[in-house]
C-alpha cells in the first residue's frame, strides 16, 4: 500500500518561495501510469488542484498558479516536490500530496505571515 507523507516549513515569509517535499513509499512515482499532485485546502475553502508530475517526468499544472508553481522529483528519493514562488497570505493553507486520486497524505498546514 502506497503512503505518502508531506514535509516541509510551516511558516513562510511573504514574497518568499514555499517548498514542500513529498516521500513515497510502498510503490515508485515511476512506476507506469501514475501521476502525482498537490492539492491545497485554504482555510473555509475547497480543494484547489495545483499541479502533478506524472510517471515520466513530465509536468501540468493550474493555469492560474501555473507562472508561481514548478514541480519536481528526486527518483532516487522517491520524492516529489512543491516549489510556490512569491507567497502571499492567500497561499495560507493545508498542502497535501497526492496519487491520483487514490492516495493522499496527511496534509501539512502553511501559513503565510510576516
Known amino acids: 500500500q502506497v503512503q505518502l507523507q508531506e514535509s516541509g516549513p510551516g511558516l513562510v515569509k511573504p514574497s518568499q518561495t514555499l517548498s514542500l517535499t513529498c516521500t513515497v513509499s510502498?510503490?515508485?512515482?515511476?512506476?507506469?501510469?501514475?501521476?502525482w499532485s498537490w492539492i491545497r485546502q485554504p482555510p473555509g475553502k475547497g480543494l484547489e488542484w495545483m499541479g502533478d508530475i506524472a510517471y515520466s517526468g513530465s509536468t501540468y499544472y493550474s493555469p492560474s498558479l501555473k507562472s508561481r508553481t514548478s514541480i519536481s522529483r528526486d527518483t532516487s528519493k522517491n520524492q516529489f516536490t512543491l516549489q510556490l514562488t512569491s507567497v502571499t497570505p492567500e497561499d495560507t493553507a493545508k498542502y497535501y500530496c497526492?496519487?491520483?486520486?487514490?492516495?493522499w497524505g496527511q496534509g501539512t498546514q502553511v501559513t503565510v505571515s510576516s
Open positions: 510502498g510503490g515508485s512515482i515511476t512506476r507506469n501510469g501514475y501521476y
Open positions: 497526492v496519487r491520483e486520486f487514490d492516495s
